[in-house]
């Protein structure tokens, strides 16, 4: 029984390198990808029911806060260049060029 008590501290302990990993990460591709990985850690804790004590808890819910916070930017800064491309995409579509002399013939002829 020793063994299995082992066996899921060492998941809460990759749960917690994970999202520390996660948090340090400096990409947005590498954050979202190892939270993915976490994500399937979370599923066998839940799944195990493992008791994990509060202080360990009060660690994991502060984590949790900053990987909340750090996903709540990255969706404003998504939303802030949707935005960006919206507002390009109106301005290209309302765009009509004005040129201060006429359109030149694609073929000259030459006289003589």
Known sequence: MNT???EFKSLIVEFKELTIAALEA???D???KTLIKRDDLIKKIVKENI???TEEIDYLRALEEKVIERLEA???DIIKHI???GEKKRAIRKYN???PFPPMPTF???KG
């Open 108 to 110: 000259f002829e030459k």
């Open 83 to 85: 935005g960006e491309i």
């Open 97 to 99: 060029p004005k040129f």
């Open 30 to 32: 590498d954050f979202i």
């Open 51 to 53: 008791e994990i004590d």
């Open 26 to 28: 400096s990409n947005i």
């Open 74 to 76: 990255e969706r404003k």
């Open 4 to 6: 299995g008590k082992e």
